[in-house]
């Protein structure tokens, strides 16, 4: 077999000959294959001659037959002989297929970009500093003593402030017209939460019990129910009463029945320590992303879409079972955010050019520094999931080895220690 390849930028033409004894070769395979899947009157499965054969089924089957088995065991090789990666299907563009003749084949593929590292060592980002403020720790103090809150009426001609709850008769209208889910009766809507349409609460804000008022708003060009998206409403609205938070008193005792701490000072103390590791380890995440992107940043290549739409696919698929595992489909999500599977896609294309980016990236680093996965790397991972998903070890083997996912778990070993070459040798 002979094998030439021309490659302009990510897309290969690959043209392959054969000596037509191997072409012959692939057509008595062809037969044996034909002949031990069918069933002919007079013959055992697999001893037909190849005149029956293709009396039965035609001569034209067993040249296709041939032909794929040929061209496909060719087009491995030639990969493997090359040294290419693949990221689409194959596509045949030309082919000479005749028994006693060469074949010649041209076909047509997309392969991995090549990248061209820039700069990955020694790189420099600044590292953010870190340290929780008093009042974002009272901020979590008085969380906790809203969760405990209990909800009193105001007091009589006390009107409506943020953080109050509304009790509301409410009717809209669009065009004059009533809409399905526009009218409630003493809805309790907490003003300030922004759980209703932009605009709604704010026009509470100032109104006392017994007042009405009409509520002009627009929905959201973005609204989940797509007859109502960027239309204008008028809501009547009734206050029937007002109601507030009453907080419990932050005493030791109520610290110590309701926490794991038992002073109200050891409370601040201990979401202060929590709140300062997680800001921490946030931003040690940010650090060392921001090294990756430096590194993506200074490497050359071009993605091709087809990697990017793939990604996307994968994305939306890990969408769908983790909306699964919540009893959501993807359909429900979809409805309820107001766009089909066209938008949904397009929300996910920069991610997915971002995620391909760095793998790539990481990958050719990976090749650079000769890095290689160790059993032990191997046993560490499959270790560190059992334990994530309460499973045995042997568990998570026969999972992953029924799902078809070990590549895919080596490639991640592999990136990761391959973006610990960036990030350790950072300045």
Do not use: W
């Amino acid at each position: 077999m002979n094998v030439t390849v021309e490659r302009v930028g990510n897309d290969a033409t690959l043209k392959i000959t054969l000596p037509a004894e191997e072409v012959n070769k692939g057509f008595k395979k062809a037969v044996a294959k034909i002949a031990g899947q069918v069933n002919i009157p007079g013959f055992r499965k697999g001893k037909a001659p190849r005149n029956i054969i293709e009396m039965h089924y035609g001569k034209e089957a067993v040249k296709q037959e041939a032909f794929e088995l040929v061209a496909n065991q060719c087009y491995t090789e030639a990969l493997e002989q090359e040294k290419l990666i693949p990221v689409s299907d194959p596509k045949v563009e030309d082919s000479v297929f005749e028994e006693n003749k060469d074949m010649e084949l041209t076909i047509k593929v997309t392969l991995k970009p090549e990248v061209k590292l820039g700069d990955y060592k020694e790189l420099h980002v600044e590292k953010e500093a870190v340290e929780v403020t008093d009042e974002a720790v009272e901020e979590q103090v008085q969380g906790l003593r809203s969760r405990h809150a209990k909800m009193v009426e105001a007091e009589e001609g006390a009107v409506i402030e943020k953080g109050d709850f509304a009790i509301i008769d409410f009717a809209g209208t669009v065009d004059g017209e009533p809409f399905s889910g526009g009218e409630g009766k003493g809805y309790p809507l907490e003003v300030g939460s922004n759980s209703f349409i932009p605009g709604f609460e704010d026009q509470l804000v100032g109104l006392k019990k017994g007042d009405s008022t009409d509520v002009d708003v627009t929905f959201p060009e973005e609204y989940f129910v797509k007859e109502l998206a960027g239309k204008q409403a008028i809501f009547k609205v009734n206050v029937q009463d007002v109601k507030r938070k009453e907080l419990p008193e932050l005493t030791d005792e109520y610290v110590a029945a309701n926490s794991d701490c038992k002073t109200v000072e050891e409370l601040r103390a201990s979401y202060k320590e929590r709140m300062q590791k997680a800001a921490e380890n946030n931003a040690q995440i940010a650090y060392e992303k921001a090294l990756i992107d430096l590194a993506v940043a200074n490497a050359e290549f071009e993605v091709p879409e087809i990697m990017i739409e793939d990604r996307v696919t994968q994305m939306i698929d890990e969408m769908r079972m983790s909306l699964e595992a919540r009893k959501l489909t993807l359909e429900q999500y979809m409805q309820y955010s107001g766009i089909d599977m066209k938008q949904l896609r397009e929300r996910q294309h920069d991610a997915a050019v971002e995620n391909v980016k760095t793998d790539l990236v990481l990958d050719a680093i990976a090749k650079a520094e000769n890095i290689q996965v160790s059993m032990e790397d191997v046993d560490s991972e499959l270790s560190a999931i059992a334990s994530q998903h309460g499973a045995t070890l042997e568990d998570v083997k026969k999972i992953i080895k029924s799902n078809g996912t070990m590549g895919l778990l080596l490639a991640n070993i592999l990136r990761r220690k391959a973006a610990h070459v960036i990030i350790d040798s950072a300045k």
